[in-house]
């Protein structure tokens, strides 16, 4: 063997080794990448958990101040806090009628030519829990799509 050949045999094996090294450090980092991309989907996930938990959470709450309102039109709230809120509802009701009121007075003046509409989307209090049969009566009967 000639110094050539084993100078030729020596820079192939150091190039070997330098490709072995970055095809080990290439596959370590697509792994590590691999594993965040992992992580990252299980955190979304759980966040959407957390998303559709908080809704649930919200609407239990809705459905609760129904119930509780509905129970202080019956006279059967005693509760201080929940009291209050109920007639905090109930005078906002009061300033509801009168607003109302004050519309249809607005109409009558109008003159004939004059067509003024009132667009509410929900017109009837929340005094008591429907079934869902007349929830469904209510809807169909309202002109409201929902």
């Known amino acids: 063997m000639n110094s050539s050949d084993t100078s030729t045999d020596s820079l192939w094996g150091q190039i070997k ?8 450090g290439s596959r370590k980092r697509v792994s590590g990448l691999a594993e965040t991309i992992d992580r990252q989907a299980t955190i979304q996930k759980l966040a959407a958990r957390i998303r559709l938990l908080r809704r649930q959470r919200h609407q ?6 129904k119930k509780a309102y509905s129970l202080h039109t019956r ?3 005693r509760n201080r806090d929940i009291l209050g809120d109920c007639l905090h509802i109930d005078e906002i009701e009061a300033d509801i009628k009168q607003v109302r009121a004050q519309v249809e007075e607005t109409r009558r003046e109008a003159g004939p030519g004059e067509e003024l509409v009132l667009d509410l989307e929900d017109e009837t209090p929340v005094t008591e829990e429907e079934s869902p049969g007349e929830q469904n009566a209510v809807e169909e009967n309202s002109g409201y799509e929902r």
């Open 60 to 65: 239990l709450l809705l459905t609760m101040g």
């Open 75 to 77: 006279g059967k709230v």
């Open 17 to 24: 080794e330098v490709l072995y090294e970055f095809f080990q």
